[in-house]
């Protein structure tokens, strides 16, 4: 039975677009080409055949041709269907980009044959024309994907390619572009995903681009740091899409981290004897800081094999009823066992021999650096009558750092103080830098270079004067709110001198501490009957007790829904009030968005966080679950037509346009 269709001719003219037959055997030449194609070209027929050359070479753009070429000797080397994309200069001079797909097959008599099918792909290539000229004018990575749950990349740049060491694809291999490609979640932390799609949903809600860095995940298992920014737009077919460009900043993110990591090393140093750095993703230590007389001296920042390191430098010199546990208690951290969840960070306490030979007491603790970097610091417990009272005294100051280190990881932070009161960040947490009402952006240009004390802790919650205390008496304790818990947290503060002399800088070490949020709701008053007072200063009372708001600005934020009488209020009228002379930008909704939360724990804290309902974003004020004296005065009550003389709000400047309206109805 003869399956071929009749009209195979007419198939190969109209329905196949660019039709043409090879013969690939040496001449290299055409034996069929389609009407269609010489309409393509604005050729005849007769113009591309011939028995003995290739003709067809000649329509190919001369910059391109070699690109053609080494296409029809791989299909004949490979003997497989091959693709590849050049561009034809038409009879008029016209010049379009097509793409070539040439299948080989092997005839009965051995005559090796191919079959060629052309796409005109000009609008293409003039729509990515912008995209080119990008990759190769500037270093920047760019990507298009899907708005899907699972975005999928529908372009990618070769300068994106390269920044995630994309290797070539060899015969027999894995495509792992394109299987990057499928997902654009594989090239993004496991840690990440999570942030990298709330900012998806973001910006295809808000309809407006966001821009921050962003760790990426390497096809080689290594990670990038880059700094760019999503946008949202229409692509060609009508459909929302995601655009990326970013660039590389992964050296300047290590340099950043390096010169982070010596000035927290320069501040452990001055309360540890040595310093080892554990990097579990390549299996080594190696000492960072160490004694000038320390054995340790001569492999300071030479990195060794964890396990051999242990057993020859450290475990062999611990007392023999002792080896056992100290080496099940590096076994289980480098098994990544001891953090616990309760936060505390990894310590052991041992004899072990020291350099004289002398059998020493030593005390050591890993701090968490990174997910794989922690750093292991170490001392020996000296005893008191053999040093003199002065190093007892600094002794003790140590002490006391050590110990609180080693109850308390989460929130370390370091400090330099000048003799003239300017200090300078040596390394911080994040939920530090939110004690201190920074950003992680707004933080980074901090450790660079001395701020005033008074400006440095301006956006602080607490207040300028309890700072002051802290470095006059060393040691303090402030309240902070972690967003992370959104809890009431503590911080415990101590302030040591590097050596004994007023002259010289002195370090501020900072913990997070748990503070007794069980105490806190046993002390929660019975009567509560919310009572807001606005004529004059503003303060709500919970029954007989006043609340302690921490933060200056989410007071001022639940005075603010006060004085809108049960109106909502957005986020960006909130931030007109609250920071009149910064606009609302990504900056100003997020310490926005930190006051409210702020606001909202201080409310649940007294038991009264019906008080203030939360829609979308907005916020107001629940009338009726208050007493307030200006909803007493406007409701025309003749018992309460005394209560306005004269003032409100005293403490927002913004509170006299409510001011100006109260003093005209009274007239």
């Known amino acids: 039975m003869n399956n071929i269709p009749s009209n195979m001719e007419e198939i190969l003219s109209h329905q196949i677009c660019g039709f043409r037959q090879y013969v690939l055997t040496a001449p290299v030449h055409l034996s069929y080409v389609s009407p269609n194609l010489c309409a393509l070209a604005g050729v005849r027929a007769d113009e591309l055949l011939d028995d003995g050359k290739d003709l067809y070479l000649q329509l190919v753009h001369p910059a391109d041709r070699e690109k053609y070429s080494a296409l029809l000797r791989r299909v004949v080397s490979e003997g497989r269907a091959l693709s590849g994309e050049y561009r034809l200069v038409k009879r008029d001079g016209t010049v379009i980009c097509v793409k070539d797909t040439v299948s080989p097959k092997r005839t009965d008599s051995g005559l090796l044959v191919g079959y060629s099918v052309l796409t005109d792909i000009t609008d293409m290539k003039k729509e ?3 995209l080119r000229f990008l990759n190769e004018t500037i270093p920047c990575g760019f990507l298009r994907y899907t708005c899907e749950k699972q975005p999928r990349i529908t372009y990618i740049n070769q300068k994106m390619i390269e920044f995630l060491h994309f290797p070539k694809v060899k015969d027999g291999e894995m495509d792992y572009l394109e299987m990057f490609k499928s997902n654009i979640f594989l090239m993004i932390p496991m840690e ?12 295809f809600s808000a309809d407006a681009p966001i821009a921050g860095n962003m760790t990426l995940l390497r096809c080689d298992g290594t990670r ?6 999503v946008t949202k737009c229409i692509n060609e077919r009508g459909e929302p899409e995601f655009q990326s460009v970013c660039m590389d900043v992964t050296e300047r993110y290590q340099a950043q981290k390096t010169t982070e990591s010596k ?16 990097n579990l993703d390549v299996n080594t230590v190696k ?20 396990e051999d390191a242990l057993e020859r430098w450290l475990i062999s010199s611990v007392s023999p009823e002792q080896q056992d546990g100290v080496r099940r208690f590096f076994g289980d951290f480098c098994q990544k066992q001891l953090h616990g969840a309760d936060g505390k960070p990894p310590q052991i306490s041992y004899s072990a021999r020291a350099t004289d030979g002398s059998m020493r007491q030593y005390t050591g603790i890993f701090i968490k650096v990174t997910d794989s970097v922690s750093f292991y610091c170490c001392r020996r417990t000296k005893e008191p009558d053999s040093i003199t009272a002065l190093q007892q005294e600094n002794t003790q100051l140590k002490e006391t750092v050590r110990d609180l280190v080693m109850q308390f ?13 300017l200090v300078k960040p040596l390394y911080a947490s994040e939920n530090v830098c939110e004690f201190f009402g920074y950003t992680a952006e707004e933080w980074l240009p901090l450790t660079k270079r001395f701020t005033p004390l008074e400006n440095f802790v301006a956006y602080s919650e607490s207040a300028h004067e ?3 205390e802290l470095l006059r008496t060393g040691e303090a304790e402030f309240t902070y709110f972690d967003f992370k818990s959104e809890a009431e947290r503590k911080i415990k503060a101590i302030c040591s001198e590097k050596e004994p002399n007023a002259n010289a800088s002195r370090y501020v070490m900072l913990y997070a501490v748990e503070g007794d949020s069980a105490a806190q709701k046993q002390s929660l008053p019975e009567n509560r009957t919310v009572s807001i007072r606005t004529f004059g200063y503003f303060d709500v009372f919970v029954g007989d007790s006043p609340i302690a708001f921490r933060n200056k600005k989410s ?9 809108r009488k049960g109106g909502y209020v957005t986020s960006e009228e909130a931030i007109g009030f609250l920071w009149e002379d910064e606009p609302a930008n990504p900056l100003t909704l997020s310490r926005y968005r930190k006051v409210a939360l702020r606001l909202k724990s201080t409310l649940e804290e007294y038991g009264i966080s019906e008080i203030v309902e939360a829609v979308d974003g907005k916020r107001r004020i629940v009338m009726d679950k208050v007493e307030c004296d200006l909803y007493q005065y406007l409701s025309g009550k003749e018992e309460y037509a005394q209560l306005f003389k004269g003032s409100y709000l005293t403490n927002y400047s913004w509170g006299e346009t409510t001011l100006g309206e109260l003093i005209n109805s009274r007239k």
């Open 128 to 130: 990515y024309g912008d």
């Open 192 to 203: 990440e995903r999570r942030r990298f799609s709330k900012y998806l949903n973001r910006v």
């Open 224 to 229: 990038a740091h880059v700094f760019g920014w």
């Open 263 to 278: 000035r927290y090393l320069r501040a452990l140093a001055d309360v540890y004897d040595k310093i080892f750095e554990f």
């Open 287 to 306: 000492c960072l800081h160490c004694e000038e007389a320390s054995y340790f001296k001569r492999f300071e920042d030479v990195a060794m094999q964890i």
């Open 409 to 421: 990881s989460d929130g370390l932070a370091a400090f330099e103080v000048s003799p003239e009161g």
């Open 466 to 468: 309890d700072f002051a």
């Open 555 to 563: 007071k001022e934020l639940f005075a603010l829904l006060v004085d």
